[in-house]
């Protein structure tokens, strides 16, 4: 039986998204839910907001305690949380299906081994495509279809097949004051009439020089919140800024205001394809389709 390997995050939305997907398609719905509370219970205990019933290592063998071939396995990573020296993340999984078995193997950072030929499949953040391979240009970038024509064939072969859906905005943010001193409507067109500081995270730096375009971000210059500092209200103390929104509830308490989507920030299901074979475009199937999304062009 054929194996068909596939890179997920260990943690996490995106991977609290793939396995949504593939309980979609398939018929693990509880085997995708008993991954997930799980998870989600040790990001709590992470986070000190969950108080742990044992240690790690019992906990650790708890989960892992079972004869299951299709049981799901976690590891420990060393987390960076004070106090938090470890912490339980997702392992792998392996489903045997009709025609292949499909494994589901935790990376830390699924698109770089997709780039090493690792993987011929892989899911990860867009966010992080745009941060490494995609190139800059005058013209912003908008949607998630055209990522792919922004990536130099000689520098990668993967590229995006397709959305999840688990979409949160890179939202352009102002304050009210700021947006009447232009006298403009909070988009794009008063990025490019603005001069001066724009507040954005720092791993975001080249993300925002795609999604806004060389040309506008022209007179402007990027700072970063201080270490412990709410994004939004930095970026209200600044007056302009790029954040990721969801609801925007908390952008408002801090009286600022929501402008254009500028670009989803979502996972996506990602492919080598010097490594693509009919196994793996079979497996590609259970998370695309029209059923479900429309997939990219190569």
């Known amino acids: 039986m054929t194996t068909v390997r596939v890179a997920v995050p260990r943690k996490?939305?995106?991977?609290?998204?793939?396995?949504?997907?593939?309980?979609?398609?398939?018929?693990?719905?509880?085997?995708?839910?008993?991954?997930i509370s799980t998870l989600q219970y040790e990001k709590a205990i992470t986070k000190d907001n969950q108080e742990a019933d044992a240690d790690v290592y019992d906990r650790l063998a708890a989960y892992s305690d079972t004869d299951e071939p299709s049981a799901p396995e976690y590891t420990?990573?060393?987390?960076?949380?004070?106090?938090?020296?470890?912490?339980?993340?997702?392992?792998?999984?392996?489903?045997?299906l009709d025609d292949f078995d499909l494994q589901l193997v935790g990376r830390e950072e699924p698109f770089r081994a997709l780039r090493t030929h690792e993987f011929a499949l892989g899911f990860d953040s867009a966010d992080l495509v745009l941060e490494e391979v995609v190139g800059l240009d005058p013209e912003p970038l908008r949607e998630l279809a055209d990522v792919n024509d922004r990536i130099d064939p000689r520098d990668t072969d993967v590229r995006v097949v397709s959305g999840l859906g688990d979409t949160v905005w890179h939202t352009l943010l102002a304050t009210p004051d700021l947006r009447r001193a232009y006298d403009a409507d909070l988009d794009r067109s008063l990025v490019d009439a603005y001069e001066g500081d724009i507040c954005i995270s720092p791993r975001y730096e080249r993300l925002v020089e795609a999604v806004l375009g060389t040309d506008v971000i022209e007179d402007v210059?990027?700072?970063?919140?201080?270490?412990?500092?709410?994004?939004?209200?930095?970026?209200?103390?600044?007056?302009?800024?790029?954040?990721?929104?969801?609801?925007?509830?908390?952008?408002?308490?801090?009286?600022?205001?929501?402008?254009?989507?500028?670009?989803?920030?979502?996972t996506v299901l990602l492919e080598n394809a010097a490594?693509?074979?009919?196994?793996?475009?079979?497996?590609?199937?259970?998370?695309?389709?029209?059923d479900l999304e429309t997939e990219l062009a190569p």
């Open 221 to 266: 210059e990027f700072t970063y919140p201080e270490e412990g500092t709410i994004e939004e209200a930095a970026i209200a103390e600044t007056g302009i800024g790029v954040y990721l929104t969801v609801t925007g509830s908390t952008a408002r308490d801090h009286g600022l205001e929501l402008g254009e989507r500028l670009f989803p920030s979502e």
């Open 275 to 290: 490594e693509r074979s009919a196994a793996t475009e079979r497996a590609a199937d259970l998370f695309v389709g029209a």
């Open 12 to 35: 996490g939305r995106p991977l609290e998204a793939v396995l949504e997907r593939l309980a979609a398609r398939t018929d693990t719905a509880a085997l995708a839910d008993d991954v």
């Open 76 to 96: 420990l990573l060393r987390d960076d949380r004070a106090g938090m020296p470890r912490r339980i993340v997702f392992d792998s999984l392996t489903l045997p």
